[in-house]
């Protein structure tokens, strides 16, 4: 399984970014997908979740305006970013837990190689 993730890029504060990633390979059952960040110094941090049941979960600092999204059909997550702060500035992976083959009990983590967004202020 593979995670190809893109949409990032240089943008001016309060301006807008979409992210997308797409996962390619055997893949049974998907069980969430998720946006992490990690900004130069500072740990990698979850930024969204969104599971098979479309249940989704931000970090305080996001609320209201990020939104996390998925089309099942291409197994694909997208995050949504507006309204966005120098703060937001970070390498944002993308991260899914599956299933590859219905033989398998849990889920397994994979990850995409990241994509730079950047924020000026």
């Known amino acids: 399984v593979q995670l190809q993730a893109s949409g990032g890029g240089l943008v001016q504060a309060g301006g807008s970014l979409r992210l997308s990633c797409a996962a390619s390979g055997r893949i049974f059952r998907l069980n969430a997908m998720n946006w992490y960040r990690q900004a130069p110094g500072k740990q990698r941090e979850l930024v969204a979740t969104i599971t098979n049941s479309d249940s989704t979960v931000y970090t305080d600092s996001v609320k209201g305006r990020f939104t996390i999204s998925r089309d099942s059909a291409k197994n694909t997550v997208y995050l949504q970013m507006s309204s966005l702060k120098p703060g937001d500035t970070a390498v944002y992976y993308c991260?899914?837990?599956?299933?590859?083959?219905?033989?398998?009990?849990?889920?397994?983590?994979?990850w995409g190689q990241g994509t730079q967004v950047t924020v000026s202020s």
């Open positions: 991260n899914f837990n599956l299933r590859s083959s219905p033989f398998t009990q849990r889920g397994y983590d994979y």
